[in-house]
Every structure is written in C-alpha cells, then in structure tokens.
C-alpha cells in the first residue's frame, strides 16, 4: 500500500468517525412561502408576466413536489426589452433528494434538447465568473421552442451540473457548516434565437436576465441568501 492510499483511507477513517461521535447540528428547514417574499417579481428591464405567488397556474406539480420535496420552488415569468418571454425557477433544500439533472425532466416533456454543453458567464452578485449548463429545446408535442441554462448554489460554490452536489451537500454536514442549503437556478427565454450562434446569442441575453435577478436579491439581507457576495 503506497504513502498517498495510506493517507487517504486515514482521512476516510477519521471523517466516519467523526461522523460518528459528533453530535448531528440540527439544520432548520426554509420556507416557500419566505422565499415567494424574496425571490423577486420586479426586475430591472423586465415586466413581470405571472408569479407562482399569486398564480398557482405556474405552480410546479405535486408531483414534483413529493418527488423533490424541497423547502420550496418559486416561478416567475417576466417580458423583456427585447419582447421574448423570459422564465425564472428557483429552488431550494438541504438535502441530495431536493436535486437533480433537469434534461432527465425535459426529455419526459418531450423536449428535444440541441447543444447541451456547459458555458461560462459573469455574474458579480455569485462571484465573477461561473460555469453552467445550456442547451435549446424543442417540444415534439406542442412545438414550443426555448433556451435554457441552469446551475446549482452549494455550500461550496456554483456548480454547472449535479456531479458534485450531493458531495457537497454531505461534506458541508460533516464539517458541520453552519449552511448546508443549497438552491438550484433555472433560467430559460422564449422563443429562442434563430440562425448561426443562436445559443450564444441566447446565453448572453439569459446572463443579462440573471444579473438583474442577483442585483436585486443583493439588495436586501433576506435576498443575499441567494447570492455569493458579502
């Protein structure tokens, strides 16, 4: 057995046993109903269309909820400057059950996704630049068309994709962080743009989208549980 196994199976044996004899922190759940007050309905270059806080059309499905079973999930549907309709979807939880890879959910839908791939973008309010994941879709039954990206908050960080959020979920308990929540970001624009670069075209104008988004969550202390800035 090399020095650097060694090392690694003696760092697992400490943290089983750690995990073992620390007392548990007990984490309190959030809200929805906190975050339909917070997630906000005003965005700067944006009008607002519908709100799952006062229109539980836009309201995901029980289902969803029983499978998910998150503190909450908030929906907002908004206008842009440029006429295209934009969606946001925020939820939150603390724990792995809550997250998941949406395009599993898109393909049951019948949406058809082109160029999923993960992309970097800039947003101040979670730390400069990030990397998520993007892709354009078409819905086979009705024919809908969309461009989408998502990304996850941890207690460590962005992540474009689920690979690592259920690692950083059980680590940060381990560690015994005072935060373990976590929330996941969706934000699509309909219809999508046509021609050469349309997903990059697509992403840019769903960058702006979510910098208004942040900007205004900084702006109040509840707001700044979504973001990464001090």
């Not at 760092?11 to 917070?38: C, H, N, Q």
Request: overall charge neutral; charged content about 25%.
């Amino acid at each position: 057995m090399n020095h650097r196994l060694r090392i690694v199976l003696g760092l697992f044996v400490i943290i089983r046993i750690a995990a073992a004899v620390l007392k548990p922190r007990a984490y309190s759940d959030g809200s929805e109903e906190w975050m339909e007050t917070v997630v906000p309905e005003q965005v700067p270059g944006f009008t607002l269309l519908s709100s799952s806080r006062t229109d539980k059309s836009v309201r995901m499905s029980d289902v969803v909820y029983d499978v998910l079973q998150p503190f909450g999930i908030t929906t907002r549907y908004l206008r842009g400057e440029d006429g295209r309709t934009y969606e946001l979807v925020v939820l939150a939880g603390n724990t792995r059950k809550s997250f998941h890879d949406p395009r599993v959910c898109f393909t049951a839908q019948s949406w058809d996704i082109g160029n999923p791939g993960v992309y970097k973008i800039n947003v101040p309010e979670l730390g400069g630049e990030i990397e998520v994941s993007a892709m354009v879709m078409k819905n086979v039954a009705t024919g809908s068309e969309a461009s989408a990206m998502f990304f996850y908050k941890t207690p460590f960080g962005i992540r474009p994709d689920t690979l690592r959020v259920p690692f950083d979920l059980t680590f940060a308990k381990l560690l015994l962080k005072k935060n373990v929540d976590a929330q996941f970001y969706r934000f699509m624009v309909i219809p999508p743009s046509e021609g050469e670069g349309a997903l990059e075209k697509d992403l840019k104008a769903l960058e702006r989208f979510a910098r208004s988004v942040f900007s205004k969550f900084q702006q109040s202390e509840e707001g700044k549980y979504f973001t990464l800035a001090p």
